[in-house]
């Protein structure tokens, strides 16, 4: 009986045993159900200063990788690539898709469900890098791009030969073709890597630039220059209070638009055609013809009626968004050329005898900003943004860190402000401008007794970036308002795409702000998230709070 007993005790553990194994198989099997994640993102480069902006692709990974984990995705089964070129970053993309194809063609399994989160390379000019990293590009790389580019610098070769330099310039031109062609032959290799991988199964999500000859999964349409320039003129609109403005008594604006120097843009290139007659390319999909778009769209009814009007005269109620270049201007690479820019446009010079009113300045982003606070202080303006139609008392944020203190008070009255024809004429146009006020023969404003008094009042100055060294300028009102993209709230929908993605093949229902497209043919799933203003009354619960920075870094 003994023995009898041990036989069945020890069948019974051998029985037990394959038991735990499976048990053991399905966790693993569970877990790897999660699939992959690839990532794919431009290097943003090396940089240590604090002049650049918030929204950089370096700071977006770590926090998409966090959202993962969250969503139970192993870490080792997240891979990240950050590319310095479009070349490198279809390589890497092809090498991946082609690995994991020909690993599940040699174990016979099928492959693990796999993302793929791409934000195509682009190469943005410098005026666009101040935005920061997500704002939408135009393509580079492709046909058609490269048929316009070769059709410009044929031009410019026959120019040049005309001018007895064909050798000298015919050998950049041919650097030029070849850096082109590269770049087709990259974009290329992107779109046949991303073809490859949908019909292997995997799911491909493309971040902030669309490629329109594949259909993504999602596409994540991040910030552009419209929207970028239609929240801060609605944002200045609303503090100004423009609704409440009058011809009689107007606001008086600015608007700085950054943009490379017009020799430097391939829009606006002279080409020659066969009967030597010169054609001008419309500039009409730049960034800052779109970011005029966007800001005109909101500002222009106001100049139109006389319930806005602009210091320099450059903006009229006859402006439209094409007359965009009247505003812009080439801000260098420091802040010199926005202060002569800003001096310029409220004739300050050394002959002023007072401080022109100007009641708002955009100024598109931060790096701009910096210039107009310098130029400003330098010209002695002085109080600063809580003085026009205030939302809080500066003096008051400290002891809104603690959440002790109220910050909102009463609205100060704007002071009346006298003519409502004390808009500078444009010194390159003579006569009366159409805003009423004469000039004299030279083309000059004549001086009134309204236009001698002295307006030193700071301005509302509006921006984008968030940069770092900018913020502590917000907290003491120089600064009114900067933006940035939601990009934790972009990161925490990123990995419930993927997560959604891998587990169903589908994008899950709780996604925020997910639409498709209407009336397109390749139905395109887009999730966006509206762009975060920060100003003083918010800059805790929008920056602090969320960890975007540090208190020290606000000079709090």
């Known amino acids: 009986m003994l023995a009898s007993l041990a036989l069945v005790l020890a069948a019974g553990a051998c029985k037990d045993q394959p038991t735990e194994q499976s048990t053991a198989t399905s966790t693993v099997t569970k877990a790897a159900d999660r699939g992959n994640v690839a990532i794919f993102t431009p290097a943003d480069g090396i940089t240590l200063s604090q002049h650049t902006p918030l929204n950089k692709w370096a700071a977006l990974v770590p926090e998409l990788e966090e959202g993962l984990s969250k969503h139970h995705i192993d870490g080792k089964k997240v891979s990240t690539y950050t590319d310095s070129s479009l070349d490198e970053q279809s390589k890497n993309l092809q090498d991946y898709v082609v690995s994991h194809l020909a690993g599940g063609k040699k174990s016979g399994k099928a492959v693990s469900p796999t993302t793929l989160v791409i934000a195509p390379f682009t190469s943005p000019d410098s005026i666009t ?69 949908k019909e292997a199964g995997m799911h491909v999500v493309l971040l902030a630039n669309d490629i329109p000859e594949v259909t993504p999964d999602l596409f994540v349409d991040m910030s552009n220059a419209r929207s970028i320039g239609e929240l801060q003129a609605t944002k200045l609109a609303s503090k100004l209070e423009l609704d409440k403005a009058s011809k009689e008594n107007p606001a008086r604006i600015e608007v700085l638009l950054p943009r490379m120097p017009p020799d430097g843009e391939a829009a606006n290139a002279q080409i020659e055609e066969e009967e030597d007659e010169p054609t001008t390319v419309p500039d009409t999909d730049s960034f800052p013809s779109q970011a005029f778009a966007g800001i005109w769209q909101v500002l222009g009814p106001y100049f139109k009626d006389g319930r806005a009007v602009s210091p320099s005269g450059l903006l009229t109620e006859e402006t439209t968004e094409k007359d965009w270049a009247n505003v812009a201007f080439d801000p260098g690479k420091d802040a010199t050329a926005t202060k002569k820019e800003v001096a310029a446009r409220l004739h300050m010079d050394s002959q002023a005898k007072g401080h022109t009113a100007v009641d708002g300045i955009l100024a598109m982003n931060d790096f701009i900003v910096s210039g107009v606070v310098s130029e400003l202080n330098d010209l002695g303006y002085s109080g600063s943004a809580a003085d026009i139609n205030p939302e809080i008392s500066i003096s008051g944020i400290v002891g809104s860190m603690t959440g002790k203190q109220d910050l909102h008070r009463k609205r100060v009255p704007r002071p009346a402000q006298g003519d409502a024809s004390r808009q500078s004429a444009d010194p390159t146009r003579g006569g009366t401008e159409s805003s009423g006020q004469p000039t004299d023969k030279d083309g000059n404003a004549a001086e009134s007794d309204a236009d001698s008094a ?82 003083a009354s918010n800059l805790k619960s929008t920056l602090i709070d969320t960890n975007y920075i540090k208190p020290a870094e606000a000079g709090l």
């Open 129 to 197: 890098r101040q935005y920061g990293d997500y704002v939408s590009q135009p393509r580079i790389g492709t046909k058609q791009d490269a048929a316009k580019t070769k059709k410009a610098g044929e031009a410019d070769t026959s120019q040049n030969n005309s001018s007895n330099s064909r050798s000298e310039n015919g050998t950049a031109g041919d650097s030029d073709s070849a850096n082109r062609n590269s770049e087709v032959k990259a974009h290329d290799r992107l779109v046949s890597s991303i073809r490859l991988a």
């Open 454 to 535: 002295d307006h030193p009042a700071w301005p509302i100055i509006s921006g984008y970036g968030a940069y770092i060294d900018n913020i502590p300028q917000i907290v003491d009102g120089e600064q009114w308002m900067t933006a940035i993209e939601d990009r934790k709230g972009l990161a925490s929908d990123l990995a419930t795409a993927c997560a959604g993605l891998n587990k169903n093949g589908v994008l899950p229902d709780n996604l925020s702000s997910l639409v498709q497209d209407a009336g397109s043919e390749r139905k395109v799933n887009r999730l966006t998230r509206p762009l975060v203003a920060v100003s």
